[in-house]
């Protein structure tokens, strides 16, 4: 019966340590793997670099060249201080919100200002245009140009000194009718305004 018994174990025991002997070569396989792993550094970390690798896969963003722009390819925005020109060659005008004052003034102050539609001829020896822009005034050298601003609605005409007058205490200016009614009522005769000599 014992030598039966010892048999049997042997023949238990050789597949036990052939298991036990593969396990643990696969034991000791990972383990050296996983040491050679550890062993080995990146190139990174060591400061190599893999000079097979194109710039852009070794450059960092900032470090990444520049791509050269063909000109051809893309197309170019220039600003343009100078005016640009109609079809026809002359430059254009960009349109301005305010209009601008032509002539620099040298004189101004306010005053009430009055209109006139009779008389054949003006102080200067014109005919005198009762529709015209001409105006009236005591000392203004002729031919001066003033713009009148009626202070009631803001409106303005300019005027050429033609005439002499007018000869009424308070008032300044004389407007031949044509130029009042740009600015005012004929009906309101005489109004508060703002006079602008013009050089």
Same mark, same amino acid.
């Given at each position: 019966?014992?030598?039966?018994?010892?048999?049997?174990?042997?023949?238990?025991?050789?597949?036990?340590?052939?298991?036990?002997?593969?396990?643990?070569?696969?034991?000791?396989?990972?383990?050296?793997?996983?040491?050679?792993?550890?062993?080995?550094?990146?190139?990174?970390?060591?400061?190599?670099?893999?000079?097979?690798?194109?710039? %852009?896969?070794?450059? %960092?963003?900032?470090?990444?060249?520049?791509?050269?722009?063909?000109p051809s390819e893309s197309p170019q925005v220039v600003a343009s201080a100078s005016p640009s020109k109609s079809p026809t060659g002359s430059p254009t005008k960009s349109p301005s919100k305010k209009p601008s004052t032509s002539s620099a003034v040298t004189n101004a102050g306010t005053c009430k200002a009055s209109y006139y539609a009779s008389g054949s001829k003006t102080a200067n020896g014109e005919n005198f245009d009762p529709d015209g822009l001409t105006a009236a005034h005591k000392t203004l050298p002729f031919n001066t140009k003033v713009r009148v601003t009626n202070l009631a609605n803001g409106k303005s005409v300019v005027v050429r000194i033609n005439d002499r007058g007018p000869f009424v205490s308070g008032r300044c200016l004389d407007l031949a009718r044509g130029a009042f009614v740009t600015i005012a009522s004929v009906s309101s005769g005489v109004i508060n305004a703002r006079y602008e000599v013009l050089k």
């Open positions: 019966m014992s030598g039966k018994h010892s048999t049997e174990r042997r023949r238990l025991l050789v597949p036990l340590l052939a298991g036990a002997v593969a396990v643990a070569a696969l034991v000791g396989g990972a383990v050296a793997t996983v040491n050679l792993r550890s062993d080995h550094k990146p190139a990174a970390a060591t400061g190599n670099i893999d000079a097979d690798r194109s710039p %852009d896969e070794r450059a %960092d963003r900032a470090d990444r060249p520049v791509p050269s722009v063909d």
